[in-house]
T-cell receptor
């Protein structure tokens, strides 16, 4: 079985500050890992994904995440927050590649203060 | 990435009625998925829809409540049957592309009174 833990439900940062959203996973096989973002009243948009290639993954909008097998983590970071980054962020895991179901974490709401 | 549309985008329904949600993709895909996102919650997979075969339902979801059709490689429907207020959620479809990634539609926001 696979699972995802996103500790906390809300993170608030100042504009220009570092964004760090934590994600830990559990998987019985090498995982594929994903970060999705959901803006208010919209669907999910893929930010980035790890599928067993480079452990440091760069995504859209300046976000990146690092896969650390020893820590079973896939934390999402961005050096400098923008107001437009305010949204809900979901970490997800799948145990194989194509055609495999995703298991999502609870999600984290990111607020950005002016 | 695939472009996915859903209809309706939102609806308000009376309890005891049924609503059919449509999901259209701009390219042929093997697998389509239906998720539910209850208010303030994460996404939960309802079922996986394969073209030409019955959908595969996750634990806690049954075909009588959530019948799914998949008539071709670009289209699927999810019906929410005999609705109750507990069915008020966002329902999202997704597709799995050849690069092992799921892309999501904009969602259908359902309120059951």
């Amino acid at each position: 079985a696979q699972s995802v833990t996103q500790l906390g439900s809300h993170v608030s940062v100042s504009e220009g500050a570092l964004v760090l959203l934590r994600c830990n996973y559990s998987s019985s096989v090498p995982p594929y890992l994903f970060w999705y973002v959901q803006y208010p009243n919209q669907g999910l948009q893929l930010l980035l994904k790890y599928t067993s290639a480079a452990t440091l993954v760069k995504g859209i909008n300046g976000f990146e995440a690092e896969f650390k097998k020893s820590e079973t983590s896939f934390h999402l970071t961005k050096p400098s927050a923008h107001m437009s980054d305010a949204a809900e962020y979901f970490c997800a895991v799948s145990e194989s590649g194509a055609n495999s179901k995703l298991t999502f974490g609870k999600g984290i709401t990111l607020s950005v203060r002016p | 990435s695939a472009v996915i549309s859903q209809k309706p985008s939102r609806d308000i329904c009376q309890r005891g009625t049924s609503l059919t949600i449509q999901c259209q993709v701009d390219s042929q895909v093997t697998m389509m998925f239906w998720y539910r996102q209850q208010p303030g919650q994460s996404l939960t997979l309802i079922a996986t829809a394969n073209q030409g075969s019955e959908a595969t339902y996750e634990s806690g979801f049954v075909i009588d409540k959530f019948p799914i059709s998949r008539p071709n490689l670009t289209f699927s429907t999810l019906t929410v049957s005999n609705m109750s207020p507990e069915d008020s959620s966002i329902y999202l479809c997704s597709v799995d592309d050849i690069q092992e990634t799921q892309y999501f539609g904009p969602g259908t926001r359902l309120l059951v009174l």
